[in-house]
């Protein structure tokens, strides 16, 4: 992201901790006015001028979308007011904001079911060949994806949805797992995947928490995927950040070492 879209997107993420009155609705609404904008070139390129005075783009926003969410009127013309570094980072920043604002609005597991999503994604190749294919409609590939966790939330079927209708050359797998991040991120916590050889118990759930607690000053919501080939102990993923516990690994580092 460029330097300009870095300064505009902290200016949006305050106007969100600042505003009253917001509702997985205004999020929603800030989610569909990003797709609009993505969809009109001549709408995108206006927004996206970076000479342009904020009062005009503001007000031109409102005026091609129409009645909008009085909260989702307010937080987009801040964004649009703001200079974004290219179009693309303009879009970017709207999802952005409209998936910080369901998150922060919603008491839902959105993190969760997020995860979810995105691991039978990652098991059924078809499934994500078709979410991933510039062919068929958005509402076909809405459906398609609400198919695969029953009883998914409003809340996470408003973010899933969004992405499959406007990927923009994006992987869904990539577009669910950054979503995930932003809902946690919003919610003050970060995202950390643990694999385990079985199912964690309270007391080894509390002592991973309490690792991650310790290491990264932020409590984080634990994804768990449960995987015997680790033997036993655990792995834990946090964005590029890999803690490895598990006792593959030590029967693998003392087989190199008898080897060596």
């Given at each position: 992201?460029g330097?300009a879209?870095r300064?505009?997107l902290t200016a949006?993420?305050?106007a969100?901790?600042?505003?009253?009155?917001?509702?997985?609705?205004?999020?929603v609404?800030?989610?569909?006015?990003?797709?609009?904008?993505g969809?009109?070139?001549?709408?995108r390129?206006a927004?996206s001028?970076r000479?342009?005075?904020?009062?005009?783009?503001?007000?031109?926003?409102?005026?091609v979308l129409?009645k909008?969410?009085s909260?989702?009127?307010?937080?987009?013309k801040?964004?649009?007011g703001?200079?974004w570094?290219?179009a693309?980072?303009?879009l970017d920043?709207?999802e952005e904001?409209?998936?910080?604002?369901?998150?922060q609005?919603?008491k839902?597991?959105?993190?969760?079911?997020?995860?979810?999503v995105?691991r039978a994604?990652?098991a059924?190749?078809?499934l994500?060949l078709?979410?991933?294919?510039?062919?068929?409609?958005?509402?076909?590939?809405t459906k398609?994806?609400a198919?695969v966790?029953?009883?998914m939330s409003?809340?996470?079927?408003a973010?899933v949805?969004?992405?499959v209708?406007?990927?923009r050359g994006?992987r869904?797998r990539t577009?669910?797992?950054?979503?995930?991040?932003?809902?946690?991120?919003?919610?003050?916590r970060?995202?950390?995947?643990v694999?385990?050889?079985?199912?964690?118990?309270?007391?080894?759930?509390?002592?991973?928490?309490g690792?991650?607690s310790?290491?990264y000053n932020?409590?984080?919501?634990?994804?768990?995927i449960?995987?015997?080939?680790?033997?036993?102990?655990f792995?834990?993923q946090?964005?590029?950040?890999?803690?490895?516990?598990?006792?593959?690994?030590?029967?693998?580092?003392?087989?190199?070492k008898?080897?060596?």
């Open positions: 992201m330097s879209s300064v505009a949006a993420k305050a969100v901790t600042k505003a009253s009155g917001l509702s997985v609705a205004t999020g609404a800030v989610l569909d006015a990003g797709r609009a904008i969809n009109t070139p001549a709408l390129g927004l001028n000479v342009a005075e904020a009062s005009a783009k503001g007000a031109l926003v409102i005026g129409g909008l969410d909260s989702a009127q307010a937080l987009l801040v964004i649009v703001e200079t570094s290219s693309t980072e303009l920043g709207i904001i409209g998936i910080r604002v369901v998150a609005s919603s839902d597991d959105i993190e969760a079911e997020l995860f979810a995105g994604v990652a059924n190749n078809e994500e078709s979410l991933n294919s510039k062919r068929g409609s958005a509402e076909a590939k398609l994806a198919s966790l029953k009883g409003d809340s996470t079927a973010i949805g969004h992405l209708s406007a990927p994006r869904i577009l669910l797992s950054h979503a995930e991040t932003l809902v946690a991120d919003q919610r003050g970060g995202v950390a995947v694999t385990v050889a079985q199912a964690f118990d309270s007391a080894q759930r509390d002592r991973v928490l690792i991650l310790k290491r932020r409590e984080h919501h634990i994804d768990e449960v995987d015997a080939d680790i033997l036993g102990g792995t834990i946090v964005g590029n950040d890999t803690i490895d516990a598990s006792i593959r690994s030590r029967l693998t580092e003392l087989s190199s008898l080897a060596g």
